[in-house]
């Protein structure tokens, strides 16, 4: 099973828990931005912020270790990456 290395993921944040220390943005700036309201969300190859709640993108695969590195280091617990093929959390507090 070679594809499970490519599998595809996506991920989302939930404001509710999010502290706005930015931690995400440090790590992946490509995949989370600070908006106006000190939130953090997640953005689109096409730069637009998903801002609507529970809205996912799909994570870049060359930005995956970066992506898992905000998700275990946030200290609101809100960033949730999921399988997109069963939508199970692999990395998060939701997380096995």
């Known amino acids: 099973m070679s594809n499970e290395t490519a599998e595809a993921l996506e991920v ?7 502290t706005g220390d930015g931690i995400c943005v440090q790590y992946a700036p490509e995949v989370f931005e600070l908006d106006i309201d000190g939130l953090a969300y997640v953005k689109g190859e096409d730069d637009e912020l998903r801002q609507t709640p ?21 200290p609101g617990d809100c960033i949730h990456v999921r399988r997109v093929a069963d939508r199970v959390e692999v990395y998060g507090p939701d997380a096995e």
């Open 54 to 74: 529970g809205a996912t993108v799909l994570v870049p695969v060359p930005l995956l270790r970066d992506v898992v590195d905000s998700a275990k280091e946030c």
């Open 12 to 18: 989302w944040i939930d404001q509710d828990l999010c």
